[in-house]
């Protein structure tokens, strides 16, 4: 099967504090060290090949870690001389509209919830969960329509047992505050960040009755694993749209 994947980050909050993989282990030190007076204001972080040495990794991976800083605010690049510690972090990002609706009321626009059970977790929800594959979670699949679109996302959410107990992840009712806000009452949870992974697929032949589209058609996913603070996946939500009748945007600076 053909796969095309764009992985997106969006940062809600700091600090950074979990370790794999290995771009954010980086990413994890040189805040730290920063937050501590390791690395003072203005003064230039080690070069790229210095910390390659340390962290016994890619130029690719350090230079991702040093973006994601950069974009952050902790950071500022100065061409042909080094990057620098900025003297005070600009506010984080949030997160993007499309990102925010699709964790946010359950009972929006039409929806059906399809069924909710305790399950083995699949490859792509226990990686983005970091659960053995197979591990049993709860998991809650839903349909949403919009008057004159039709199905536009079919959406699947999983939640390690542990995590969903003494909650109503389980119930076959729309959250009316959606899962994110859900699980931040019911258990008290803070959550830390966002990662989005977007992928395109042909659709099987469930997806393709359900969201009526062409069964030899392919569909745009989207994985997104919710990290609470600690750097713990709390959860996952993944989506399966007809292209045509859904889109994602947002606007990054270039500066």
Known sequence: ??????????????????????????????????????????????????????????????????????????????????????????????????????????????????????????????????????????????????DGLGPVELGTVYVPLDLAKGTGIGSAAPLSEGVLQHLAVRKGMHFDHVTERISARPATEEEAELLDVDPNGWLLTALFAVYARGGKPAFALDIAVPPARHEFEDSFSIA
């Open 1 to 146: 099967m053909t796969r095309y994947v764009v992985v997106f980050e969006w940062w809600v909050s700091v600090p950074i504090e979990y370790r794999p993989p290995k771009y954010i282990t980086i990413v994890n030190a040189l805040q730290a060290r920063i937050e501590d007076g390791t690395y003072a204001s203005g003064e230039m972080l080690p070069s790229e090949t210095a910390l390659m040495n340390e962290f016994d990794t890619s130029r690719p991976t350090v230079v991702r870690s040093l973006e994601i800083l950069r974009q952050a605010g902790w950071i500022d690049t100065q061409q042909g001389k080094g990057r620098f510690v900025r003297s005070k972090p600009v506010e984080p990002r949030s997160l993007p509209a499309h990102a925010a609706s699709l964790l946010a009321s359950e009972a929006g626009g039409r929806l059906r919830i399809l069924d909710v059970g305790e399950l083995p977790a699949p490859a792509r929800a226990s990686s983005a969960l970091d659960l053995d594959e197979g591990a049993p979670v709860v998991v809650r699949r839903r349909l949403v329509s919009v």
